[in-house]
């Protein structure tokens, strides 16, 4: 049986490596681009299991430990500085108190509830008076989204999968009802059956097969700053957004002791930014967006009213990529955000 994946990104490139080692016979990687050339390269790459339902809980463990072995038997970069989701109620600490028993059920371990103090003690570099409480993974962190890829794909073609990059898949055959082949470029490959891994792309691949797959991309994006004085680090991925919440929230992480990623998150998709072809998503800098991640607007949560007006977020260096076709089919996604998050350097 030979199977074709379409996109090489974390989800693509993972569909491929698990198909060969768990054993199928002929499987091809086809990539349009580069291999983390669409979301995945673009991401804040964070890996985590702070989540609190019991699904996603169970989904990050286990790409957790895949995380892990490729960090120990094959060198994943993995930068382990944590991550901290922050709770203004106390029906975020209960929800944290119980994500840390279900990530117990699933071999996490290090995953505590902090109350106020025990964050502040543990965090001196964080303004954290507003807060209930916070999630802390110690082990959480951050991984290099391309090398990531690679590793897979490379495990994958040792396994003898075949790779083809720099080839699109133009079209879909179909014979009864099933696929029966795909054209990269213009070269016919029979194949039994595909996987669609095309991110923002997915729903294009979908049509070529006559489904309509209800996954589009939207515009996401992270903003570099370069703090005026050295962060104190280890600074943890810091996210002040709970899920469920309908409002947007604040998330940022350390780069270098000199550079600090940020961004928004949201879970209510507007029309606005989603455009039919992903391929005209744009990448120019958004200065309203800086702006927006920076400087907070009036009325926020308690944290953007009374925090400190000098904040690290003052200072834009320059916003990384912007467009990001993010999607999700065979999809994926891990991880995810502070109003006016202040925090101290010295
Ligand atoms: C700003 C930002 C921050 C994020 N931060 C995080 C984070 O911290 N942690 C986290 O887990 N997730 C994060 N995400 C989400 C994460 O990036 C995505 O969920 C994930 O990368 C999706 O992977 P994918 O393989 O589905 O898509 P993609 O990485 O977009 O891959 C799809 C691939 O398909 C290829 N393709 C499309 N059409 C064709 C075709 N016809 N033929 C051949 N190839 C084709 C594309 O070229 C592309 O390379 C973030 C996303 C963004 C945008």
Same mark, same amino acid.
């Given at each position: 049986?030979?199977?074709?994946?379409?996109?090489?990104?974390?989800?693509?490139?993972?569909?491929?490596?698990?198909?060969?080692?768990?054993?199928?016979?002929?499987?091809?990687?086809?990539?349009?681009?580069?291999?983390?050339?669409?979301?995945?390269?673009?991401?804040?790459?964070?890996?985590?299991?702070?989540?609190?339902?019991? @699904?996603?809980?169970?989904?990050?463990? &286990?790409?957790?430990?895949?995380?892990?072995?490729?960090? *120990?038997?094959?060198?994943?970069?993995?930068?382990?500085?944590?991550?901290?989701?922050?709770?203004?109620?106390?029906?975020?600490?209960? *929800?944290?108190?119980?994500?840390?028993?279900?990530?117990?059920?699933?071999?996490?371990?290090?995953?505590?509830?902090?109350?106020? /103090?025990?964050?502040?003690?543990?965090?001196?570099?964080?303004?954290?008076?507003?807060?209930?409480?916070?999630?802390?993974?110690?082990?959480?962190?951050?991984?290099?989204?391309?090398?990531?890829?690679?590793?897979?794909?490379?495990?994958?073609?040792?396994?003898?999968?075949?790779?083809?990059?720099?080839?699109?898949?133009?079209?879909?055959?179909?014979?009864?009802?099933?696929?029966?082949?795909? @054209?990269?470029?213009?070269?016919?490959?029979?194949?039994?059956?595909?996987?669609?891994?095309?991110?923002?792309?997915?729903?294009?691949?979908?049509?070529?097969?006559?489904?309509?797959?209800?996954?589009?991309?939207?515009?996401?994006?992270?903003?570099?700053?370069?703090?005026?004085?050295?962060?104190?680090?280890?600074?943890?991925?810091?996210? /002040?957004?709970?899920?469920?919440?309908?409002?947007?929230?604040?998330?940022?992480?350390?780069?270098?002791?000199?550079?600090?990623?940020?961004?928004?998150?949201?879970?209510?998709?507007?029309?606005?930014?989603?455009?039919?072809?992903?391929?005209?998503?744009?990448?120019?800098?958004? &200065?309203?967006?800086?702006?927006?991640?920076?400087?907070?607007?009036?009325?926020?949560?308690?944290?953007?009213?009374?925090?400190?007006?000098?904040?690290?977020?003052?200072?834009?260096?320059?916003?990384?990529?912007?467009?990001?076709?993010?999607?999700?089919?065979?999809?994926?996604?891990?991880?995810?955000?502070?109003?006016?998050?202040?925090? *101290?350097?010295?």
């Amino acid at each position: 049986m030979k199977i074709v994946v379409i996109g090489g990104g974390a989800i693509g490139a993972s569909c491929f490596y698990h198909l060969v080692e768990r054993g199928a016979a002929d499987v091809m990687l086809v990539e349009q681009a580069g291999l983390a050339s669409g979301s995945t390269g673009r991401s804040a790459a964070v890996v985590e299991t702070q989540y609190l339902d019991r @699904d996603r809980i169970a989904l990050c463990a &286990w790409s957790m430990r895949l995380f892990q072995r490729l960090e *120990r038997e094959h060198g994943l970069p993995f930068v382990h500085h944590g991550y901290l989701r922050l709770g203004h109620t106390a029906e975020d600490v209960l *929800r944290f108190q119980r994500s840390v028993l279900i990530q117990r059920e699933h071999g996490v371990t290090d995953a505590v509830a902090l109350d106020p /103090d025990e964050a502040a003690r543990r965090f001196p570099m964080l303004r954290l008076d507003d807060v209930s409480g916070a999630l802390f993974g110690p082990s959480d962190g951050h991984v290099d989204p391309v090398r990531y890829c690679e590793l897979l794909v490379e495990r994958g073609r040792a396994g003898g999968g075949q790779v083809l990059v720099g080839r699109r898949v133009a079209r879909l055959h179909l014979a009864g009802g099933r696929v029966a082949g795909v @054209d990269v470029d213009d070269e016919r490959i029979a194949c039994d059956a595909v996987v669609n891994a095309a991110g923002a792309w997915a729903r294009r691949i979908g049509a070529m097969a006559g489904l309509g797959v209800p996954v589009d991309g939207y515009r996401r994006q992270l903003v570099v700053f370069e703090p005026p004085e050295p962060l104190r680090r280890p600074l943890p991925m810091v996210v /002040d957004y709970t899920p469920g919440v309908e409002r947007e929230g604040l998330y940022f992480r350390d780069d270098t002791a000199r550079r600090l990623v940020a961004g928004l998150h949201w879970e209510i998709h507007g029309d606005w930014e989603r455009p039919d072809d992903p391929e005209a998503f744009r990448t120019d800098p958004d &200065w309203d967006y800086v702006a927006r991640v920076a400087e907070p607007p009036a009325g926020g949560p308690a944290s953007t009213r009374s925090r400190q007006t000098r904040s690290p977020l003052s200072v834009p260096r320059q916003c990384r990529d912007s467009t990001t076709p993010s999607g999700v089919a065979a999809s994926g996604s891990s991880s995810h955000p502070l109003w006016g998050r202040s925090w *101290r350097t010295s």
